[in-house]
T-cell receptor, first 116, second 112 residues
Framework: GAVVSQHPSRVICKSGTSVKIECRSL??????MFWYRQFPKKSLMLMAT?????????EQGVEKDKFLINHASLTLSTLTVTSAHPEDSSFYIC????????????FGPGTRLLVL | GESVGLHLPTLSVQEGDNSIINCAYS??????FIWYKQESGKGPQFIID?????DKRQGQRVTVLLNKTVKHLSLQIAATQPGDSAVYFC???????????FGAGTRLFVKA
């Protein structure tokens, strides 16, 4: 099956710094990538949807200037958490969908962010 | 608004028994439903899916049942094994919305 990777898997940073998380589709072209956030013992919350070459569509309540998303190629999307604060600590998961549409969506392993 | 929820937050079963995880959804326009398994510290893993024109679909040891009349979805796991211990999420695709809505999740414990 299709493989989606995320890097880094874990990151600890100081408050006020920015953190970039990469999501890569390793063996297929991802026309659409999704970014989710998951709090402990909670469900996945969709943050934004990004299509290659266009601006991301953010869900209500998600600050686009806080969570910068770039989908510059068909295999890479990045999420940058700018000026991170402790409340941004969470598990961030990306998923990727190919040309067959989002009904076939492959998830990455997630990135755990801890902001001190 | 749209919502997908689960009846039971935790489920404990004996190894070898069958497990049934339930899910309720509210958007009657949804036409595609998916069950995911998530192990601790990992991303969701696709288990099985079903389209709204079906009421049952079987996979290897898993069966998904869809009751559109009462907007209910269930995942049945046969002969549950310790490796099945995880959190299970149901999810629905919003028709025309091009996004997936996840339910709250059920944690399955398998006792040896």
């Amino acid at each position: 099956g299709a493989v989606v990777s995320q890097h880094p898997s874990r990151v600890i940073c100081k408050s006020g710094t920015s953190v970039k998380i990469e999501c890569r589709s390793l063996d297929f072209q991802a026309t659409t990538m999704f970014w989710y956030r998951q709090f402990p013992k909670k469900s996945l919350m969709l943050m934004a949807t990004s299509n290659e070459g266009s601006k991301a569509t953010y869900e209500q309540g998600v600050e686009k200037d806080k969570f910068l998303i770039n989908h510059a190629s068909l295999t890479l999307s990045t999420l940058t958490v700018t000026s991170a604060h402790p409340e941004d600590s969470s598990f961030y998961i990306c998923s990727a969908a190919g040309r067959t549409g989002i009904k076939t969506q492959y998830f990455g392993p997630g990135t755990r962010l801890l902001v001190l | 608004g749209e919502s997908v929820g689960l009846h039971l937050p935790t489920l404990s079963v004996q190894e070898g028994d069958n497990s049934i995880i339930n899910c309720a959804y509210s958007n009657s326009a949804s036409d595609y439903f998916i069950w995911y398994k998530q192990e601790s510290g990992k991303g969701p893993q696709f288990i099985i899916d079903i389209r709204s024109n079906m009421d049952k679909r079987q996979g290897q040891r898993v069966t998904v049942l869809l009751n559109k009349t009462v907007k209910h979805l269930s995942l049945q796991i046969a002969a549950t094994q310790p490796g099945d211990s995880a959190v299970y999420f149901c999810a629905e695709e919003v028709t025309g919305g091009f996004k997936t809505i996840f339910g709250a999740g059920t944690r399955l414990f398998v006792k040896a």
